[in-house]
């Protein structure tokens, strides 16, 4: 079906092309944004409305084991959140951790349309597949973790990244995932022996690698293949007060890697809120010292250009962590005296995860909690270059995704972050310079950071994060004029306008009207498939046959996802990585 | 799959929650004459499968077409105010997921086996969290497994030999390195092919379970013996535990359904959090049901809630209890039952059964069972995972794809189109 549309007379922000609120017509054609359409199209009028692409999300826990064993434990934190059913739309609960429809409805109702579950344990890829045929109206992707499988190591032990990266290759074809997913490498493997790992040179049980080679190792492979996204890095040591140093150690560990293409950037760190904590002068690396790395770590990425990043910002309130760091869930469990319900899924050579989950609320008179809420928020005032930062809350981590217009009101105003210093313990401001930090996000800062750069973050930027000619039509409306609205005067404006758009459109269809879903579409799923040179497929078949069939519990021969769950669903990107010699 | 002279390798087996998936199914014509690899009971579903069907779909025992039997089944949900769903564990994950939107729509309440078998093991978990296990995991490294009140040697045949003695990675000998004991009332069969059988008081599982959790952790107890064991076996029981590598706790219905029930698996479920604290232990409940993790798996993602889901207010809610199947009839709640691949009739306590024999009852499976007996509306359906393909997941968590191997008898389709059918109809209907 030919559809064209004419969106005619809005504010356009689309940073990618050097649009910054430009009154500007955009042209769809068969979901696509063109140059012109016939005349017989349709002519939306968004005079005094403010457009941008639909939003991209590269790191949003959405599906999987994980999240489903937090629904089952805490029914509690869906229980006052009703989604009902529509005569269009199914029902669903939509608290911290939404159900599969109710997360595709949230998303498209903020003008997200393109989302990333970041961690897949790829043995259960096809319980993954078939929820995405229960989230609707996105494009999604997946990143399988890869940091501490036996496969990996037993490659990395023997210095044969070949052998590393043909694993990566035949997995990510296999499972149709996104890219490569690194978590506390070693240390949710030693999690297996009640350990964890936090020196980069730290022993791993049983094997001879360390952090440092394995993270070295996989970011050397995901280069060597030249994936479009580079290795999605959750670093040791997450959650302890001190920790922005050793992720700082950990990131010139990385500087090793060669990137391979034009893009620059070697790695992404991920839930920098998280892996950034300081502490205050000749203070000990304890809760009670915490202080914020906002600002350490904003110098370091000033002056170092080989990573990229998200805030993981926490938003206060209950949230649910999950993370394929064991040994830390653990820790957070002890953290509460034994109280939290801890759940654990172990890691495994079949399952490389080891995922914990606790669920958990940051109190804003907690001192820990407050120092952590500024620390990224300093951070993210204080970079130069937004090209290489995205907007998180790590959802439902730092808080659900829902409150990502919560986050933007913070960085949009500083009437807000002022508002917000009066209610939470004072060490957010004592222990940081938010208070002193005038700069305000503009529209354009936003599009950059909730758009372009996530897009570009992940490669995908030729199709996604804008909305210049070829560019899928994922593009979202807000209800207010720019020129007319103080936003940063009025932050619950932000909150209203960013909270529903006026319409959100997926593939130039007109999915979500005012925050009440039009139309459901069926979301497509976007995945990368390397090509080897057939002598090192050959071998990588040969060795994953032989490795898989002793240390698995199932058949080799049922470890890849099934066409039938995703011929409809997959646009795999080919890339040529016959240069990889066997 | 590979699929050679009518043979087929690594199929995945559906009866039990072990989901074994090394099968080797030889295909005659259209039928199965050989299972190599399954057990006794997995044999006969696969070689047997001809056998007990239910070929013709029925309305008050006389055959009708697919089409009609569907239309009465529609009328019967569209009239009916408490519209019950229940069953889903022996069939695959799209049928589960239909089922759901045919709850949704009919505004009824949809409930899986788990109330009648693990239910308890969610309440505990939704107490507690869960320090769940995996089988591989278990196989390369525990060097201790505990089975409570659980009997793998008649409920999960394979469950010992085929993944626990076996050598793993770093458990070369499964007989040397791995010591299995078994925790139950009596010497089942599982206590001859376990090291050491210890066996407790009907009705203690929870007095036992908190004096380990105390003497884990150091305290001394008053008490001479606890469930009929001697404290000092106890001392000597909690010490093992806390210095095994690996510990595993494989636990059955003895522990979810006993005197305790939900109590007994929070406190087990703290237990093996406690001993965390000292080495490494994980758990796992003994799923019977081939796909009843699937069940849990499926309700949670699209309704958000594990089982018990009722949908009469246009969205989802949970409360086991009062949705669960057994009470929605055992109070006299329920006005029309869906059942789907269960058989409640057989398993119900006589409360529940007594009202079921006064509502209209839809039935759908493959088989005839003693459901189908007090059935208005009987369709048959395709056996998952022999006539039709999906998805079930393990007892661990790992989602398997299942095979079609052969062709369902004439007419006869998958429970998920059956339930599309209806779905469609009740659309309509609904307007």
Known sequence: ?????????????????????????????????????????????????????????????????KLNVA??????????????????????????????????????????????????PATKALGAWEEIEDIPGLDIGMLPLFCNSMISFKYIEEGDISGLAAYIAWTLKKVGGLGVKVVNPGGTYAWAYGKNVCGLDDEVPEWDVTPRTIMTGLSDAVQKLGLPHQMHFHPTNLGKPGNVYTTMQQLDALKGTKPSGKKKETVHL????????GVVEEGMANWKDVASGGLTFADYYNKNKHFTTDLGQITFGQSMTMTGDGPFQHSLYLMTGGKAKWSNIPVDVELPGGAGIVPFTFEPKSSANAVQWVGSLEFALSVKDLWRLFLSTDHPNGGPFMKYPLLMSWLMSKKQRDLWLEKVHKFASERSTLAEIEREYTLNDIAITTRAAPAKILGVEKTKGHLGIGADADIAVYGFNPE??????????????????????????????????????????????????????????????????????????????????????????????????? | MTEANNIFKDVPCTFCGCLCDDLIIEVDGDRIVKNTNGCPISKERFVGHTENRCLQPTVNGNTVTLEKAVER????????KRPLIYGLSSTENDAQREAYRLAELARGVVDNTTSVCHGPTILGAQESGEAAASLAEVRHRSDLVIYWGANPAAAHPRHIPHYIRQPGEYIKDPKQDRKIWLVDIRATT???????????????????????RALIRGNKLDATEVGGINITELEEIAAAMKSAKYGTLFFGLGLTQSWGRHRNIDAAIRLIQDLNAHTKWGMMPMRGHYNVSGANKTSTWVTGYPYAVDFARGYPRFQPGEYTAVDMLARGEADVLLNIAADPVAHFPRAAVSHLMKIPVINIDPKI?????????????????????G?????????????????????????????????????????
Not at chain 1, 506 to 530: D, F, T, Y
Request: charged residues 25%; hydrophobic residues 40%; neutral net charge.
């Open chain 2, 369 to 389: 069972n003693m459901t189908s007996q007090v059935a208005e509306v009987n369709i048959p359906a395709a056996i998952a995972g022999i006539e039709c393909d």
């Open chain 2, 73 to 80: 089944a529609v009328e019967l949900i569209a009239s009916s």
């Open chain 1, 270 to 277: 991920t839930h920098m809120a998280f892996d950034c904590l």
């Open chain 2, 190 to 212: 599982t206590a001859r092919m376990a090291d050491r059988f210890i066996r407790i008081e009907p009705g203690t599982d929870l007095e036992v379970l908190q004096t380990l």
């Open chain 1, 484 to 582: 007319k609205t103080d936003l940063a005067k009025n932050p619950d404006l932000i909150l209203k306008y960013f909270t529903q758009t006026k319409f959100t459109f997926k593939g130039g269809q007109q999915i979500s009207k005012k925050g009440v879903i039009a139309k459901q579409l069926p979301s497509r799923v976007i995945s990368v498939h390397p090509e080897l040179n057939e002598d090192l497929s050959r071998r990588i078949d040969r060795e994953l046959e032989e490795m898989m069939s002793k240390w698995f519990s199932h058949s080799f021969s049922n470890y890849p996802v099934p066409k039938r769950y995703r011929e409809h669903l997959e646009m795999p990107t080919v890339i040529d990585a016959t240069s990889i010699q066997a």
């Open chain 1, 71 to 120: 629904r089952l434990t805490s029914p509690e934190v869906n229980r006052y959140h009703p989604y009902p059913a529509t005569r269009k739309t199914r029902s669903g609960v939509a608290g911290i951790i939404p159900s599969s429809y109710a997360t595709g409805y949230l998303y498209s109702a903020m003008g997200y349309t393109t989302v990333v579950e970041p961690a897949l």
């Open chain 1, 1 to 65: 079906m030919t559809e064209h549309l004419v969106l005619k007379n809005g504010v356009v922000f689309d940073p990618m092309n050097d649009v910054d609120g430009e009154v500007m017509d955009i042209c769809v054609s068969n979901g696509k944004i063109v140059e012109k359409v016939p005349g017989n199209a349709k002519v939306i009028d968004l005079k005094g409305s403010t457009v941008m692409a639909g939003g991209v999300d590269p790191h949003s826990h959405i599906l999987g084991s």
């Open chain 2, 391 to 431: 998805a079930a997941t393990r007892m661990d968590g790992l989602p398997l794809y299942l095979r079609k191997i052969i062709e369902p008898p004439q007419g006869v389709i998958p429970d998920r189109d059956i339930l599309r059918m209806m779905i469609k109809s009740l659309e309509k209907v609904m307007k």
